[in-house]
């Protein structure tokens, strides 16, 4: 199942529009020297309801795992209401493989303020947060430091840039829980409550932060926005794949010989990104298997990368799905079993505990994937296995059930035999022990 490719010839030019290639962009002088701000005035002379509908036409969808098109999410948002509208921003990165988000914070965080400031204003909203995780110490204090910068300038706080609309922000800092990344749960956790997901309906334009209207969207997401607004839709819809385009910003890790994170067309090959853009395979071996979009996407293994590409209707078609492009290489010397294990650590571990299929279920799949490792699997436990991840799967209040019921499942399929044969291995350990 390893598969070795005939390498790639072909490397994308790409004048990258997320992370631009320009020093000290996170300055607010030299972002504004290089265009910074210029959609927000442009924005603030354009009725919300257009801002909307450009959104919509260019077709950008959400970079945070679901890949909602973000302009219908806003229309979500009621037109005729008393209460207080919200956005809030979510920068609580917790999934493995994923390390995307931060390098905006870090390298180009005005251009995520100006399109918080710009989604605020379409949707009604007075107020923002940007939930960011908070491991991210260094990256928090990075984002407070160009929001000070932005409310010195006028960019935000009240009547920005002269006109009558006014807007807070607030960076809010989490508190280390991965499930508070379910957008639910983060609203409880702005509120002050524990990062309990919540039942839906009702869903959060109808009854979000303190029982307002809330729209939710991820640091990538926003930070597309002055994009569309500068350049047009018909500019951003021309880019990469035709139904999920713009750039993108993909993570790659594991064993490759350039990790890192690259900003890219949508629809590049997977095995473009593998050899042109993260340096291929250290030692020249071949590939096993490739979580393409961080830990909660089925595997694929290394015989099924032939014309896959990075976009969600090509992982689709794959058998996967695009996740936040945290893509994780596993060449042929790869411990399937203990990656696995490993992943499966991690849920029990995050499960909020609320939902009994996911509590009960994360810390069973755990404790017989540690058989596994141990070699001391039995000839039931891949149905076990495969019967426990079958009863989360569906059946929890959020998507963390699934997030780690379908990984389990996926490498069972792929690689049934490694199973099996641990299983003889672990029979066989024991008959020689007695």
Known sequence: ?????????????????????????????????????????????????????????????????????????????PK???????LCVNSDESEPGTF??????????????????IASYAIGANAAYIYVRGEYNKWIEMLQSALSEAYAKGFV?????????????????????????EESALMNSIEGKRG???????FPPQFGLWGCPTTINNVETITNVPLIINKGAQWYSQIGAEKHPGPILVGVSGNVNNPGVFEMPTGELLLDIIYNWAGGIPNDKPIKAVFPGGTSTMILRGDELEGVRMDAESLKSAGSSIGTAGMIVMDSNADIIDVIRRVAHFYYHESCGQCTPCREGTYWMFKILERFA??????????????????????????????????????????????????FESQTRI???R
């Open 431 to 433: 008959s020689v022990s």
């Open 100 to 117: 995307k988000d931060r390098q905006i914070l870090e390298y180009n965080p005005h251009q995520l303020i100006e399109g918080a400031i």
């Open 1 to 77: 199942m390893n598969f070795k490719p005939s390498k790639p010839d072909k490397v994308v030019k790409w004048d990258r529009a997320l992370l631009p290639e320009i020093q000290g962009l996170s300055k607010i002088d030299n972002y504004i020297l290089h265009g910074g701000y210029s959609a927000l005035k442009k924005a603030l002379e354009m009725n919300p309801y257009d801002i909307i509908e450009e959104v919509k036409k260019s077709n950008l969808r959400g970079r945070g795992g679901a890949c909602f098109p973000t302009g219908l999410k806003w229309s979500f948002m």
């Open 374 to 423: 141990n070699f001391e699997a039995k000839a039931t436990d891949i149905e076990l296995l495969l019967d426990i991840a079958g009863n989360i799967e569906g059946n929890t209040v959020c998507a963390l059930g699934d997030a780690s019921a379908w990984p389990v499942r996926s490498i069972i399929m792929k690689f049934r035999d490694e199973f099996e044969k641990r299983v």
């Open 196 to 202: 309990y997901p919540r039942y839906k309906p009702p």
């Open 157 to 181: 706080g009240d009547g920005i840039l002269g006109s009558n609309y006014s807007l807070n922000i607030c960076i809010h800092r989490g508190a280390g829980a991965y499930v508070c990344g």
């Open 80 to 86: 005729n209401t008393q209460k207080p509208k919200y």
